[in-house]
């Protein structure tokens, strides 16, 4: 039940994760659309004008602006179901990782239909009031004011607060992506427990021949180890990272503690020298831990804290499912379900001791494991014809799975975070090439009564810093937000490290100095002339 509620807390914590990302790369694609509609709405003051004085009201104006917003709003949520329907028919192959098939049981159904037209009238609003408000709101001698040229400080004003609130949004995104490549780097150093750079195989197989568990494991082991290019084989109840088949319990009896549940692998006599798991006191299983022998079990160094604290734990003596074993060795810690897990107690049987229906084979090679997978079908085959064999895979493949999640984390939020820059510089270049090509007239003028071109490029780079100066606290405030939602779900990254929220600044103020850098270019070959043609 615990694993059970694990998953289920990842698979909340991705799934929130992902539609606050996407809801925040909307508004921006929104703010962007108004930026549009409200320099539109400038250009058609005259319009309006003409259109307000025949006798048309605020809210006939604001409804045709509303309707005109629809008309890009609808065919792109259209075209975006379309795009998610050829997606989705994709998913299967984007999100199978080392099995033959997976379902991620997603559909375009009438939920998915629904939440798409409410967040495409919801787009339609955000995209559309801007410039709806502005015309409803000014007379006819308002419009005229500004109806022969320039940009009224009212619709500046929404532009700068559309523009800031798209910086924010950007530095956040930028900031998660940052957060979780990271934290998908820090995973991939994460020892599981074993080398996982080992050349090895890994085959789940169960039995067809009515033979004792350990002995078909042990016979069709020593027929693996015999194939050509095979160093040695060995079996497991199951590899560590296997996701909820390592969910299965021990009941752990000690004096004076309440008992308790812990984790457990069956293991057979050379499963640590394969797979590299280091045994840091005593001795591993081995092949003479049979049947008939002492029980004897190797713990975990969590477990032996938790346990055996303040004492070796070797031959010491641990009541288990009403059993007595005995400790004979120290194994390092691993996670035993996912990476991102705290160490927790965990216990070694002997296979032989405690066997089960359930089978991995780790086959160690000399070259590259994927090669020799034909013979190992084979020899068991040869063996065994009614084997049932599934999930033949290598370590390689089994570690890619293991971070999958983080993978898929890191690509999902380093691509919104690429669309949110680049809708937000283009933005931004938007309107600053908009503000130059209304500004002509002052520029023309500045430069007349002596303003040198390096001046007026600071005023127009200087126009995208005042944004970024009140965006980019913003942003890292909300950063801060969405880093400590997500914490559960990384690995080795504070949720307000400093050198994060740095760099993160530091970025989005060269992206927004490199997307105002051509309006500014273009500020500074105004001339006088220009102005008075302006005029």
């Not at 629904?114 to 801007?130: C, D, E, K, R």
């Not at 810093?465 to 950063?479: D, E, M, Q, S, Y």
């Not at 949720?495 to 051509?518: C, E, H, S």
Request: aromatic letters at 6%.
């Amino acid at each position: 039940m615990r694993d059970g509620r694990i998953f289920r807390g990842k698979e909340l914590i991705f799934g929130g994760g992902l539609l606050a990302l996407l809801s925040l790369v909307l508004f921006v694609a929104c703010a962007n659309v108004a930026q549009l509609r409200l320099a539109q709405a400038e250009a058609r003051r005259k319009e309006i004008a003409v259109r307000v004085a025949l006798g048309a009201g605020g809210r006939t104006i604001a409804r045709q602006l509303l309707l005109e917003t629809s008309l890009i709003a609808i065919p792109g949520a259209a075209l975006g179901v379309l795009l998610a329907h050829v997606l989705l028919a994709k998913a299967v192959q984007v999100l199978t990782v080392g099995r033959t098939f997976l379902d991620p049981g997603v559909r375009l159904d009438s939920r998915v239909l629904a939440f798409t037209v409410v967040a495409t009238l919801l787009s339609v609003l955000i995209a559309g009031m801007p410039s709806a408000r502005l015309a409803s709101r000014l007379g006819v001698s308002e419009i005229l004011k500004t109806a022969q040229g320039g940009t009224g400080s009212y619709t500046r004003w929404r532009q700068i607060a559309l523009m800031v609130g798209q910086t924010a949004i950007c530095v956040a995104l930028l900031g998660t992506t940052l957060l979780f490549l990271q934290s998908l780097h820090n995973a991939a150093a994460i020892r599981p427990g074993f080398e996982p750079d080992k050349k090895l195989l890994l085959v789940n197989a169960i039995r067809g021949l009515d033979l004792p568990r350990t002995t078909w494991c042990e016979q069709a082991s020593e027929r693996l180890a015999a194939i050509a290019g095979v160093r040695a084989a060995t079996f497991a109840r199951r590899v560590p990272l296997s996701g909820s088949g390592g969910g299965a319990m021990a009941r752990v009896e000690m004096p004076g503690q309440q008992p308790r549940a812990v984790k457990y692998n069956n293991v057979a006599g050379n499963y640590f020298s394969v797979m590299g798991t280091r045994v840091l006191g005593g001795r591993g299983i081995d092949s003479n831990d049979r049947q008939r022998t002492q029980p004897v079990i190797v713990v975990s160094q969590t477990f032996a804290c938790q346990f055996l604290p303040d004492r070796n734990p070797t031959g010491e003596s641990v009541r288990i499912n009403g059993k007595l074993w005995q400790v004979v060795g120290l194994a390092e810690d691993a996670p035993s379900i996912w990476l991102h897990e705290t160490p927790e107690p965990y216990i070694y049987f002997a296979y032989a001791q405690m066997p089960s229906d359930d089978v991995t084979f780790m086959i160690q090679t000399a070259g590259e494991p994927a090669a020799i997978g034909r013979s190992v079908i084979n020899e068991i085959r040869r063996f065994d014809p009614r084997a049932m064999l599934y999930g033949i895979k290598t370590l390689r493949q089994h570690m890619d799975g293991a971070l999958a999640a983080d993978r898929l984390m890191s690509t999902t939020t380093s691509t919104l975070g690429l669309v949110s820059i680049a809708l937000m510089a283009a933005g931004l270049f938007g309107v600053l090439q908009y503000s130059v090509a209304q500004r002509t007239r002052e520029l023309g003028l500045r430069v007349a009564v002596g303003a040198t071109p390096g001046r007026i490029h600071c005023l127009i780079l200087g126009s995208a810093l005042r944004i970024a100066a009140f965006g980019i606290p913003t942003g890292l405030v909300l950063l801060a937000g969405l880093a400590w939602m997500v914490r559960s779900a990384v690995v080795g990254v504070k949720p307000w490290d400093p050198a994060l929220y740095a760099a993160t600044a530091v970025a989005v103020v060269a992206i927004m100095i490199g997307a105002a850098w051509v309006p500014a270019i273009r500020a500074i070959r105004i001339q006088p002339m220009d102005a008075l043609r302006a005029e």
